[in-house]
């Protein structure tokens, strides 16, 4: 049996017992009436044996003499007074733990929401949402056994110990030295076996408690999708290998900890044999009477439950400290874009948005997306991004929301440098309508008013209506006040879209941003929320990534991007007629296998399979339009 880390300097122990710590240092008053409280309650357990020794002494005189009667009834008062006193003492300091752990709990769960909730995009992209959620809540309650473990067991443990060993050993040396060395040989391998050889087994465990926590989030989120597939047999495979782990990660966490107790058990009665047999050694020299030997065994039996709890205290430290270990690695964790000291608020008033010599390269990337990359928006000016997959649209849109820092070069809005100002500013500047919204599970009103929290109805509605949402919500059992589902599952595509769409109008943000708000709606949602777009682009500096080629022909400059280059830019008019440009390509490609789908569509309807759409004049127009290209 290997032991390493065997004391409290351990990394894990360090970091934890200091995260406590620094949240103990904010409640000192409570912290000094619970440690008062706790050590005066211990001390009438330390006093009680001592009375108890009297009381058998007055007994063993005879009831017959007044003196032994005066000190029986005096010593049983006193036993009496020390244990009332105790229980009073301990209430007190149970309600002082209970307000400071609760306080301390809310705390941490809000400052560890606080990090996740800025933590950078690449964060969240790895990691489970599942598993993050059980950190914290895991984290959170062991926080709860690790305060009542150093506060209401442990301490009071050593106090006992201490004043055990004190008090028998003034009147006993020899019983004195047993009680004190067999004390700290007991809590030194106790704690031994408990942090070197039980405490590697809990964090394993732990790690594949986290990582079921994660795989049931992942396939309960995903449930849609497992049902399309019939997957619903290969999910419970799946989830059986990773409980298959867990179970025997904690088998063998529990195994350990029951050893650890019947070690524990067979010091505690070697303990006994010898307090025991010293005792009996003292009485037969007659150095030791019988109130003396009910005084050594008392006060040693009330110590052996202390040290048979500090066992289990020193199992629950370990335990409590394992599962905090991850809630506590949050707070180191970088959050990977942070403000910058003294960070300003940032004031938009024309819209003017510049990239000036930036470089940009995804973590330990080798080459870098953007190299001396510099663009001019000017204000209030309609931009379409248009590229392959990978040619950096989508960056282009992240760097400007700063959800990832520059690593060279400076990106401007209005003249400010937007890596020198608040992300909480910048981003209320910037309304995003994204391809595929997201909505919260609460309601519409809800999640249109999340733009604005402080929105009357009227407003909302207002929004709505620009958006081509009122009449489907108002046409709903309960309107505006229907549950969306998460992530608004209850909802269809378009649907979602128009409260996206409402949402960034009651925004009223002076930039806007379109990650191509209609490339998998039906023509009838599509007209719907293009008609809306053209309203919310009005006076605006507005960004649109461009799938779908259609849906930028009316805007006043394209970029079209390759490999975190511009190869080329102008208006739809211009490029179309360049002679094998990047976008004529592109843009003939679509307009090839929009004319197929037509031709596909009329043979459906001649056979009388009619297909799920119908050609609009616009795109047929577009057909028309590439075929005439010259």
């Known amino acids: 049996?290997?032991?390493?880390?065997?004391?409290?300097?351990?990394?894990?122990?360090?970091?934890?017992?200091?995260?406590?710590?620094r949240h103990w240092a904010a409640q000192p008053w409570r912290i000094l009436a619970i440690l008062l409280t706790i050590l005066l309650s211990t001390l009438t357990d330390v006093l009680t044996p001592m009375y108890a020794g009297r009381l058998v002494d007055a007994v063993a005189a005879g009831a017959a003499r007044d003196s032994a009667w005066h000190a029986a009834l005096t010593a049983f008062w006193l036993i009496l007074a020390l244990?009332?006193?105790?229980?009073?003492?301990?209430?007190?300091?149970?309600?002082?733990?209970?307000?400071?752990?609760?306080?301390?709990?809310?705390q941490i769960a809000g400052r560890a929401f606080h990090r996740v909730q800025r933590f950078s995009t690449d964060w969240h992209a790895n990691t489970f949402a599942g598993s993050t959620v059980r950190k914290i809540t895991r984290g959170m309650w062991a926080l709860d056994l690790l305060n009542d473990t150093l506060l209401i067991s442990l301490f009071p443990s050593l106090i006992m110990l201490v004043g055990v060993t004190v008090v028998l050993g003034v009147s006993w040396p020899l019983m004195g030295a047993l009680v004190g060395v067999g004390s700290v040989l007991y809590v030194a391998i106790t704690v031994a076996l408990s942090l070197g050889y039980v405490a590697p087994a809990a964090r394993l465990a732990n790690a594949w408690d986290t990582k079921l926590g994660g795989a049931l989030a992942d396939a309960i989120t995903c449930n849609a999708v497992v049902k399309a597939f019939g997957a619903e047999t290969r999910e419970e495979e799946r989830l059986s290998r990773i409980v298959w782990k867990w179970r025997e990660r904690t088998r063998r966490t529990w195994r350990r900890g029951t050893l650890n107790g019947g070690i524990q058990g067979g010091m505690l009665l070697l303990m006994q044999g010898a307090i025991v047999g010293s005792a009996l050694l003292l009485w037969a020299g007659g150095q030791a009477g019988p109130g003396d030997i009910a005084f050594a065994m008392t006060a040693f039996f009330i110590l052996k439950g202390y040290l048979r709890d500090v066992g289990m205290n020193v199992r629950n430290l370990q335990r409590s400290v394992n599962d905090m270990e991850e809630l506590v690695a949050l707070e180191r964790q970088p959050l990977g874009v942070e403000d910058a000291p003294n960070a300003r608020i940032l004031v938009v008033r024309q819209?003017?948005?510049?990239?000036?010599?930036?470089?940009?390269?995804?973590?330990?990337?080798?080459?870098?997306?953007?190299?001396?990359?510099?663009?001019?928006?000017?204000?209030?000016?309609?931009?379409?991004?248009?590229?392959?997959?990978?040619?950096?649209?989508?960056?282009?849109?992240?760097?400007?929301?700063?959800?990832?820092?520059?690593?060279?070069?400076?990106?401007?809005?209005?003249?400010q440098d937007i890596s020198r100002v608040r992300q909480d500013s910048l981003r209320?500047?910037?309304?995003?309508?994204?391809?595929?919204?997201?909505?919260?599970?609460?309601?519409?009103?809800?999640?249109?008013?999340?733009?604005?929290?402080?929105?009357?109805?009227?407003?909302?509605?207002?929004?709505?209506?620009?958006?081509?949402?009122h009449d489907f919500i108002a046409a709903l059992p309960r309107g505006y006040d229907t549950l969306v589902g998460e992530r608004g599952v209850k909802l269809s595509g378009g649907e979602r879209q128009r409260v996206a769409l409402a949402r960034a109008f009651l925004a009223d943000a002076p930039i806007l941003i379109l990650d191509e708000a209609t490339s998998s709606l039906d023509s009838e949602s599509e007209v719907l929320i293009q008609q809306a777009m053209e309203?919310?682009?009005e006076g605006r500096t507005t960004l649109v990534i461009a799938h779908r080629l259609s849906t930028v022909r009316a805007l006043d400059r394209l970029l079209v991007m390759d490999r975190g280059k511009v190869v080329e830019e102008g208006s739809h008019e211009l490029l179309i007629r360049r002679p094998n440009g990047v976008y004529r390509r592109l843009f003939e490609r679509q307009a090839l296998e929009l004319t197929r789908g037509l031709f596909l569509d009329a043979d459906a309807r001649r056979d009388g399979e009619a297909g799920d759409w119908l050609?609009?004049?616009?795109?047929?127009a577009q057909a028309n339009e590439s075929a005439r290209l010259p």
């Open 615 to 620: 050609a609009e004049p616009d795109e047929l």
């Open 83 to 106: 244990g009332a006193g105790s229980t009073l003492l301990r209430q007190v300091a149970f309600r002082n733990i209970i307000v400071l752990t609760l306080k301390m709990m809310s």
């Open 351 to 415: 819209g003017e948005i510049c990239f000036e010599r930036v470089h940009f390269r995804y973590g330990t990337h080798d080459r870098p997306l953007y190299e001396d990359f510099s663009i001019r928006i000017a204000p209030g000016e309609r931009i379409g991004l248009v590229g392959p997959s990978g040619s950096g649209k989508t960056t282009f849109i992240k760097l400007i929301q700063r959800l990832y820092d520059v690593t060279g070069g400076r990106i401007t809005i209005d003249g």
């Open 428 to 469: 209320r500047q910037i309304a995003i309508v994204q391809q595929e919204p997201i909505l919260f599970h609460r309601s519409l009103a809800e999640n249109i008013a999340y733009a604005r929290p402080g929105a009357t109805r009227e407003e909302i509605e207002r929004a709505a209506r620009l958006a081509n949402a």
């Open 1 to 21: 049996m290997a032991f390493k880390k065997l004391d409290f300097r351990g990394p894990s122990f360090r970091s934890v017992l200091g995260f406590t710590f």
């Open 535 to 537: 309203r919310l682009m």
